[in-house]
């Protein structure tokens, strides 16, 4: 390859114009899907799964994807391969980028796609990190945008943990202009310099997470537990207790909000069934769409734009 690759380690590698033409592949992708037509513009191509923690729809629509686009995928972890028995970052990139055409990473610190990304040859793909999910971001964007049309102006309510997908959603918000409400509890609001935000004036802290919901078009939350962090869990079912997502604020959103979880979820402790079972909850259109906007990412960073 001549051409330093692409990277998507984080929402904000993607310019705006980059990520609406991302979302307007990801569209023409599903429609030529869901008609069985086939679509091979990866043929003959490589994907690299590295996974160092669990997934099931990460995996799922990487893996389908890429075969749907004619291309194949591999998948490593870390205590079936070298890169759980020390071997360098910077040496496995190497390797495994001679090998593949793109890699995705599911992993703990973001440095470690960042190290990955800097000696590889080949686009990386962030498959989720304790600092960011931008794949699922895209996904749950792209959901609103076939339902609502643009996400300019909207409010999005971010209500519990500041996690790897508050941090995104806080960066997607600066690219595409809407606005994050978040309510956290005290000692866990939101880092700016994590989530690579400073001086942001896309968000707002609110105490109560009522005052968060009121009039927002998006209610979205999260496992108050993320992966990597279970020795703190016992702690934090204490802390996130007043911040459940239920019917109540469900009620004081707009009357068209959506709710959106990432998955898997945990009725009745960051959202109650009423809510997430409910009617206005499309967490399986999230999920699905994970599928369709990933095979748009990887069609644009392995071959570039393409009409159609
Ligand atoms: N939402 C998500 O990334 O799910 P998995 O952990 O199952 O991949
Ligand atoms: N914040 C969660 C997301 C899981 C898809 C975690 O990192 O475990």
């Known amino acids: 390859m001549n051409q330093a690759p692409r990277h998507f380690l984080q929402f904000k590698d993607l310019s705006r114009e980059e990520i609406d033409y991302?979302?307007?592949?990801?569209?023409?992708?599903?429609?030529?899907?869901?008609r069985y037509e086939t679509y091979h513009p990866l043929f003959d191509r490589t994907l690299v799964m590295i996974f160092e923690k669990a997934s099931t729809r990460t995996r799922l629509s990487f893996e389908a994807g890429m075969f749907q686009l004619g291309g194949s995928a591999i998948y490593l972890n870390t205590r079936d391969s070298q890169l759980g028995r020390g071997e360098p970052v910077e040496d496995a990139a190497q390797v495994i980028s001679r090998m593949s055409d793109v890699v995705m990473i599911r992993t703990f610190e973001q440095t470690i796609v960042e190290r990955f990304a800097a000696n590889s040859r080949v686009p990386v793909i962030n498959g989720l990190t304790n600092e960011f999910h931008p794949c699922q971001i895209l996904a749950d964007i792209f959901t609103w945008i076939e339902r609502?049309?643009?996400?300019?102006?909207?409010?999005?309510?971010?209500?519990?943990?500041?996690?790897?997908?508050?941090?995104?959603?806080?960066?997607?918000?600066?690219?595409?202009?809407?606005?994050?409400?978040?309510?956290?509890?005290?000692?866990?609001?939101?880092?700016?310099?994590?989530?690579?935000?400073?001086g942001s004036a896309h968000y707002e802290q609110f105490a109560d997470p009522m005052d968060a919901a009121r009039g927002a078009h998006i209610i979205t939350t999260d496992v108050w537990t993320s992966m990597g962090f279970e020795a703190e869990n016992e702690a934090r079912l204490r802390d996130f207790a007043d911040y459940q997502v239920d019917g109540d604020m469900m009620r004081v959103a707009d009357k068209e909000a959506v709710f959106m979880h990432c998955l898997p979820a945990h009725r009745g402790e960051e959202v109650t069934s009423e809510v997430i079972d409910g009617p206005q909850s499309v967490v399986w259109e999230e999920a699905e769409n994970r599928l369709h906007a990933q095979k748009a990412l990887l069609e644009f960073l392995v071959v570039g734009r393409v009409q159609g």
């Open 22 to 34: 991302v979302f307007a592949r990801a569209k023409w992708i599903k429609d030529r899907f869901k």
């Open 148 to 198: 609502n049309g643009s996400i300019q102006g909207k409010t999005v309510a971010w209500i519990g943990d500041t996690n790897n997908m508050c941090n995104t959603w806080l960066q997607a918000a600066e690219l595409l202009d809407f606005k994050v409400h978040v309510s956290s509890p005290k000692g866990y609001e939101v880092d700016q310099a994590k989530a690579n935000i400073a």
